[in-house]
């Protein structure tokens, strides 16, 4: 009997001791844990409570003393409202690559290119409790290159800060042609600017790139005035022409019949002329192609893009002489179809640009295409006819 108290008596002990252990470990000390974890989860929102609290106040204190940085929403460039951000940004970029493009051709610039040339993000903030970093904002840079008339000129800057978007004119750049230089009399310069548009956090949500405005807040010109018109009132960069020396009286002698300026033969030229390379392009979500043709009588280049307004191509001889008028018509990856004087012709790349009639297509085949008849040219007026005028 005494043999079998002892064991008993120590299973006792150890059941004593066991219990309250395996209770400590089991039970107490997950609890315990799990309160110090929502305590500091408790003091962690609460802090971050008064940050954006304090972020509120600064941000109204800022609001208030800065009103015109509420519409910077507006005028920013947009954020997605429907579309894929990766799409949406593409389209920003092709909208406003247009806009840029419409200022240029409707001031009259000359050989004008409009490039995206650079993309970077601005400063950067703690996200919060999301994590991570986000930029406040993002700015996209055009080179924007042309030449004409300082009036062109400026009436092309007058409007691309007209433009209803968050953006500023980075550098400008006027001079004029090196070719020109013993020209002063001539009013021909070159134009090159870079415009950067910015997009900020919390800008308005659309898809199209430009506000709806009712009226401006905040104008920047003074719209009575006419900028081109001031400005090449007073040109520094060209020489006023020498006044016409006053004659004595003469005698009156019969009017000799002033020069004609000549002109070049039509075909001889346009065999100079080359259609160089074909090649599809993006504009948006939207791809195109762009045809490019070189001028070895004046190594001068053209191009004509078949997405937009610009899809016309005008050669002139080296008097100015028009010796090709021609529109794009169709178009895919291996040739170009042009209506010139009223009829279609067909261009293979490497060919000149002479529409002799090897090249001329037959209403069964412009048919094919999907093309109208073309129409018929106007008769030109003789010379008779212009003097009556």
């Given at each position: 009997m005494?043999?079998?108290r002892l064991p008993v008596l120590m299973a006792v002990v150890a059941a004593g001791l066991g219990i309250p252990i395996m209770g400590y470990y089991m039970l107490w000390s997950p609890l315990s844990d799990l309160q110090q974890r929502e305590e500091a989860i408790a003091i962690s929102l609460q802090k971050e409570l008064k940050e954006n609290s304090d972020h509120l106040k600064i941000r109204k204190q800022i609001l208030k003393s800065h009103p015109r940085l509420e519409d910077w929403k507006v005028l920013s460039w947009p954020e997605p409202k429907a579309k894929p951000a990766d799409r949406?940004?593409?389209?920003?970029?092709?909208?406003?690559?247009n806009t840029l493009e419409d200022i240029a051709?409707?001031?009259?610039?000359?050989?004008?290119?409009v490039d995206l040339s650079k993309i970077s993000s601005g400063q950067t903030a703690t996200g919060g409790r999301v994590g991570g970093k986000k930029a406040l904002w993002q700015s996209s840079t055009y080179r924007v290159a042309g030449k004409g008339s300082l009036a062109e000129?400026?009436?092309?800057?007058?409007g691309v800060y007209k433009i209803p978007t968050l953006h500023r004119v980075a550098s400008l750049t006027i001079k004029r042609d090196d070719n020109d230089k013993k020209n002063l009399t001539k009013d021909s310069l070159d134009l090159s600017l870079s415009v950067e548009a910015l997009s900020v956090v919390g800008a308005e949500k659309r898809d199209a790139?430009?506000?709806?405005?009712?009226?401006?807040?905040?104008?920047?010109?003074?719209p009575k005035r006419d900028h081109d018109k001031m400005l090449a009132g007073a040109n520094p960069f060209v020489l006023p022409a020498p006044p016409t020396p006053v004659k004595p009286p003469t005698t009156t002698t019969p009017q000799v019949a002033r020069e004609e300026k000549p002109v070049e033969d039509k075909e001889e030229y346009l065999t100079g002329v080359r259609f160089t390379s074909l090649s599809s392009y993006e504009?948006?979500?939207k791809t195109g192609w762009l045809a490019q043709f070189y001028?070895?009588?004046n190594n001068g280049d053209k191009k004509i893009y078949s997405l937009g307004l610009r899809r016309g191509i005008e050669i002139t001889d080296m008097y100015g002489n028009p010796v090709l008028n021609g529109e794009m018509a169709w178009i895919n990856e291996r040739m170009l179809v042009l209506m010139i004087d009223g009829a279609y012709y067909r261009f293979k790349v490497g060919d000149d640009l002479y529409p002799d009639e090897s090249r001329a297509l037959s209403p069964e085949e412009y048919k094919g295409y999907g093309l109208?008849?073309?129409?018929k040219p106007e008769p030109k007026k003789t010379v008779d006819e212009d003097a009556g005028m």
């Open positions: 005494n043999s079998m949406h940004g593409n389209d920003l970029q092709a909208e406003f690559r051709e409707d001031a009259g610039l000359e050989n004008w290119t000129i400026s009436k092309a800057l007058e790139l430009l506000p709806v405005l009712v009226a401006p807040k905040y104008p920047l010109l003074n504009r948006g979500s001028d070895q009588n109208k008849p073309p129409p």
